[in-house]
């Protein structure tokens, strides 16, 4: 898994910084389901590994693309839609362009949303987010 590996964006944030990192609570009292990686408006994201897109949605003003990787399932969140090409069903390998990190209506800085989700014995994605951090680390 390991040798397969690309890191998905440019950041300018390390993602395993406790307050950007999955858990965390911002100041609406949200929780964290994911990790963010603060970045520069328009920063290419790549896939972390090879996949097959599972689903490709608007979520808010911004899009989002879920790629099964085989293991597991990820979410990236945060993209511009006018850099999102991919449609459901579209392989993608290792390191490929998957879009671009967009800018937030609510003033937010620009980062992009990982989400990491399991399987169930069907190859269904799970409702419950799994910490990727653990897996990250090992990899990195």
């Known amino acids: 898994m390991k040798d397969n590996f690309a890191f998905p964006v440019s950041a300018i944030k390390p993602f395993l910084n406790p307050k950007n990192g999955y858990g965390a609570i911002d100041n609406s009292g ?10 520069e408006c328009r920063s290419i994201v790549r896939s972390i590994f090879d996949g097959m ?5 608007r979520h808010k003003n911004l899009w989002q693309i879920i790629i099964d990787h085989g293991e597991f399932f990820m979410l990236y969140s945060g993209l511009a839609g006018d850099t999102v090409f991919a449609k459901n069903g579209d392989y993608i390998i290792s390191g490929e362009n998957i879009g671009k990190v967009g800018m937030f209506t609510d003033g937010k800085k620009p980062l992009l949303h990982l989400e990491m989700y399991g399987k169930d014995d069907l190859g269904r994605i799970l409702d419950q987010p799994v910490d990727p951090t653990a897996m990250l680390k090992e990899i990195l």
């Open 30 to 39: 949200t929780v964290n389901f994911g990790i963010d990686f603060v970045c």
């Open 53 to 57: 897109i599972y689903d490709v949605d």
